[in-house]
């Protein structure tokens, strides 16, 4: 079952009735199954097959074995394993020459190895743990002055330095790591009304570990959709989207988030639902097929669904009103995952980084291979993700650019951790921090890039 030899045959038929060992709720589909051709096209882009060079941790090897349990071969902790490893990453989407839709193949399947599959008692409690906090913004912000006075002890340093949480446990290492040096809280008002002419009303989604660990990231998205001409709701009384749950198999929980999320921005009656976490603009992207057998929500998922854009999607799509003053840095940019494969955005954080006068973007090369962040994949399988990371790092030092800039949380933490464990540290930030500092006449020192005078606040614009 687990032999690294290539699958023989085509596709082949899978019988639509069959669902095999899986159970009959949402099965991968047998139609999108036999979509794969095994050609091998997608090898060279998947992340793990790249680390091992074994067929059954390749797109290919893992849509033969998802239909072999279709086909009635069990659902052994071994077969789960191959499907865990999968980082999500979606590389093999954009790779594959016949459009084999193996996003939607892969979910189905978490949600069946969730259900019908049990893990080791450590990785089961791991998870737990995970899910107890992540998803929740008031335990997420109860961690944070504790982290805050870990990082300022230097207790944190001296860790990382002696290895020895590492040789304890590396997945407790690897939470230690991943944090980002925590500076203060700013939080985001309710409304904030548009600079200049009103030309419409956005919601913005907080998110969690944005909110929490990056609330700068919100703080700028409010300002430069302002300064663009737009109101800008933020209900306070938003949660999780549920992207972490939907990517890990935990389809109840995605949907209840998905629910409630659809009640408030309903309810605050914006034209757009703006989100600058790409992992979570991806996940709510899919809350029609989530929520497609739900006679109360299938319509208004799909509704929803409509009016969510990604922030770089969201500003290209609209002619630019605020003045971009000079930002003479070179950026590095980074496609994350679930901007660029999951939702096919590229070109715009691109377009509005170009579009700053003085500001240079660098391509990394090897560019379309995920960082290892994966949502919480880093923290699942630390050493699979350092691997990657420590790749990533190295090809983002290539670029000799000043500045790394990307569009997701869970990427910053991870490039910024690996490029610290490389010893080549660089400052890091979001697609919309660069801008808002543009808009804000700010200088790269703002952004952390060293070298220039750091302004002392006031900003001429807007
Ligand atoms: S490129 Fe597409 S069709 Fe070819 S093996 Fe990969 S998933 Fe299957
Ligand atoms: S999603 Fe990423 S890790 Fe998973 S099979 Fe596709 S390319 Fe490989």
Redesign the pocket.
């Known amino acids: 079952m687990t032999s690294t030899a290539r699958p023989a045959g085509g596709g082949g038929p899978v019988d639509p009735q069959a669902h095999g060992a899986f159970d009959a709720h949402r099965p991968p589909s047998a139609e999108l199954l036999a979509d794969c051709v095994h050609c091998g096209f997608?090898l060279p882009?998947?992340?793990?097959?790249v680390l091992w060079g074994e067929e059954m941790d390749?797109?290919r090897g893992?849509i033969h074995l998802m239909s072999q349990v279709r086909e009635g071969e069990p659902l052994t902790q071994e077969v789960a394993g191959h499907f865990d490893a999968?980082?999500?990453?979606?590389?093999?989407?954009t790779a594959c020459p016949s459009g084999v839709q193996?996003d939607e193949l892969?979910t189905a399947t978490r949600a069946q190895v969730e259900r019908n599959t049990s893990r080791p008692p450590a990785q089961r409690l791991l998870r737990s743990a995970i899910f107890a906090f992540f998803p929740y913004p008031r335990r997420l912000r109860a961690l944070r002055g504790p982290l805050r006075l870990h990082q300022r002890s230097g207790l944190s340093r001296l860790l990382r330095k002696s290895g020895v949480l590492q040789r304890i446990s590396p997945h407790l290492a690897a939470m230690e790591s991943l944090a980002p040096p925590l500076g203060a809280a700013e939080p985001v008002p309710e409304v904030t009304r548009a600079a200049g002419p009103r030309r419409g009303t956005v919601g913005l989604l907080l998110g969690c570990v944005q909110r929490e660990f990056f609330p700068g990231v919100n703080a700028a998205t409010a300002r430069v959709l302002a300064a663009e001409g737009f109101d800008v709701l933020a209900p306070a009384s938003q949660g999780c989207c549920g992207a972490l749950s939907a990517h890990n198999g935990r389809e109840p929980e995605a949907a209840r988030f998905a629910r409630r999320l659809i009640d408030t921005f309903e309810s605050a009656g914006v034209e757009h639902v703006v989100v600058n976490s790409a992992g979570c603009g991806s996940s709510m992207k899919e809350y029609a097929a989530l929520l497609a057998d739900d006679p109360a929500y299938a319509a208004r998922a799909e509704a929803f669904e409509e009016k969510v854009r990604d922030v770089s999607e969201f500003l290209a799509e609209v002619e630019p009103v605020a003045t971009r003053h000079p930002l003479e840095v070179s950026v590095a940019y980074h496609d994350a995952c679930h901007l660029g494969h999951a939702q096919g955005i590229r070109s715009q954080p691109r377009q509005l980084l170009g579009a700053i006068p003085g500001l240079e973007v660098r391509e990394v090369p090897d560019g379309s291979l995920?960082c290892g962040s994966a949502g919480i994949y880093n923290l699942l399988n630390p050493g699979t993700a350092r691997e990657l990371g420590d790749l990533k790092a190295a090809n983002v030092q290539r670029t000799g650019a000043q500045l790394l800039v990307t569009a997701n949380p869970g990427c910053l933490m991870q490039i910024h951790s690996s490029l610290e464990r490389a010893g080549t540290p660089m400052p890091l930030a979001h697609t919309i921090e660069v801008l808002d500092a543009s808009l804000r006449g700010r200088q790269p020192s703002d952004l952390g890039v060293p070298g220039a005078t750091r302004s002392t606040g006031g900003s001429p614009t807007p």
Do not use: A, D, E
């Open positions: 997608c882009s998947c992340p793990t097959y390749s797109p893992r999968c980082l999500g990453c979606m590389g093999c989407v193996y892969i995920c």
